[in-house]
Nanobody, 126 residues
Framework: QLQLVESGGGLMQPGGSLRLSCVAS????????IGWFRQAPGKEREGVSC????????NYADSVKGRFTISRNNAKNTVYLQMNSLKPEDTAVYYC???????????????????WGKGTAVTVSS
């Protein structure tokens, strides 16, 4: 069974850090671009970051540039999202998604993503 499982979410104070993980099972992430998306309460889902299959290309939403870093360890079939300097507006459910075509991922075109995880909740509050 093909699955993506996110972990690492939780409650954090503003200015703090969290690292999210996205682990694939049932398929090899080597051939997939991986994107992180998020959906805040009452808002539409938005793209956060994307990394190409090789890890050589990355893309970030303007709202997280300079604060979030995406990386991958293909040997562990895992992609990470390091989130620093967290703000209350980062509060959302974070999803990872996989697709073979970096075009969809880098453009945060969620309709082009092939596989989705169920999400991990991040709450930033004092």
């Amino acid at each position: 069974q093909l699955q993506l499982v996110e972990s690492g979410g939780g409650l954090m104070q503003p200015g703090g850090s969290l690292r999210l993980s996205c682990v694939a099972s049932g398929f090899n992430l080597d051939f997939y671009a991986i994107g992180w998306f998020r959906q805040a309460p009452g808002k539409e889902r938005e793209g956060v970051s994307c990394i190409s299959s090789s890890g050589g290309s990355t893309n970030y939403a303007d709202s997280v540039k300079g604060r979030f870093t995406i990386s991958r360890n293909n040997a562990k079939n895992t992609v990470y999202l390091q989130m620093n300097s967290l703000k209350p507006e980062d509060t959302a459910v974070y999803y990872c998604a996989a697709c073979r075509n970096y075009y969809y991922c880098s453009g945060f075109k969620d309709y082009g993503m092939d596989y989705w995880g169920k999400g991990t909740a991040v709450t930033v509050s004092s």
